[in-house]
């Protein structure tokens, strides 16, 4: 690890984002027909390494469902829109068409709204009658009051995804969430983020996580570096927790945990670089915001953006540029690695000689700064 001295008695860590690197071809090639993009956890397999990231401008019930069927897992966020109203294609309409400056404010009164457990049971049975795998999200504040409605509803895979989620959160009241308890007493894999090193990534998966969030999501529309001061560049963090998975896989007698880039994946050579640096999957969500079926009408943004105390987030334009099943299958009708994504990602691989997500782990990568 290097490190750089930015005062006496201060020093810093070098790190690289996915700009900064760049894949290396090897010596082989392959056909892009012989190359497979499958990705399993648990028991779940699916035909894409990608999760749709559980904000309200990107996954409806709807779009869980389509993304489902494509390949992929649509993650539904239990504490969004969907399980406060009944009907909130009016509020999703509302947060498309205000101006700017009244943004933010009206955003934390439309989530202002309680949450509704029979709701949350709603939405998850209207997407395992479609018959995919059902996927939800809750914040560590709020998974001990609610887990229970989101697996008796009948959720295949649990999602515990915050700014920063560690396992040993240390609080002064008793409401804090014991994760190693919590995990273990689920008959679900809880993947669990986010997380930036490897020594916070040892301890989500010592605490049972069956996946890892690596970043802090929401790359395109979060403000956490403005607000807290906190960002970390991804090529680094995925590298760094896929070397502490490895530790954990020796330490452990062979339990393997998944690691998920989540952040900073826009286009198709981010998904190829996060998947080189040790990742297993990616999480998305601005890539499918510009889809005509996503529920935020080509606006972009997350829960942070609508915290009651400090909002991390902000609502961006992204517009529309294709259909979910352009978008991530193709065929494109833009050079700029926005549409086709995982057609692309296909190719990389086949480019460079590889069969599979797991053997493409192990690509070269090399710095390159513009």
Known sequence: MNFVEIAPGKRARQAYSFDDIAI?????????EDVS?????????????MMAAPMDSVVSPETAIAIGKLGGL????????????????????????????????RMQELYAAPIQPTLIKERLKQIRDAGVIVA??????????????????????F??????????????????????????????????????????????????????????????AHT???????????????????????????ES??????????????????????IACGADAVMMG?????????????????????????PRGERVAVGTSGTLKEILLGPSHAADGSMNLFGAFRRAMATCGYSDVKEFQRVEVLIHRD
């Open 37 to 49: 993009t499958s990705w399993q956890i648990d028991a779940y397999k699916f035909d894409l390494p």
């Open 74 to 105: 649509g993650v539904l966020n239990l504490e969004g829109l969907w399980t406060r109203y009944e009907d909130p294609r009016i509020q999703l309409g509302e947060i498309a068409s205000m101006p700017d400056v009244h943004a933010t404010r």
């Open 136 to 157: 939800g999200s809750l914040s560590p504040q709020r998974t001990a009051d609610l887990y229970k409605t989101v697996v008796d509803a009948g959720v295949d895979i």
């Open 159 to 220: 999602v515990i995804r915050g700014t920063t989620v560690s396992a040993e959160h240390v609080a002064t009241n008793d409401g804090a969430l014991n994760l190693k308890k919590f995990i273990y007493e689920l008959d679900v894999p809880v993947i669990v983020g986010g997380c930036a090193t490897a020594t916070g990534a040892l301890h989500l998966m010592r605490a049972g996580a069956a996946g890892v969030l690596v970043g802090f999501g929401g790359g395109s």
């Open 253 to 274: 007698g062979g339990r393997y945990v998944h690691v998920i880039a989540d952040g900073s994946v826009g286009r198709s050579g981010d998904i190829a670089k996060a």
């Open 224 to 250: 956490t570096r403005k607000v807290l001061g906190i960002e970390v560049p991804m090529a680094s963090a995925v590298a760094e927790v896929a070397s502490a998975r490895r530790d954990y896989l020796d």
């Open 286 to 310: 601005s890539p499918l915001a510009k889809a005509v079926e996503a529920p935020g009408l080509g606006w972009h943004w997350g829960s942070e953006a609508a915290h009651q105390e400090l």
């Open 24 to 32: 290396v071809p090897s010596r082989r090639t392959r056909d892009p």
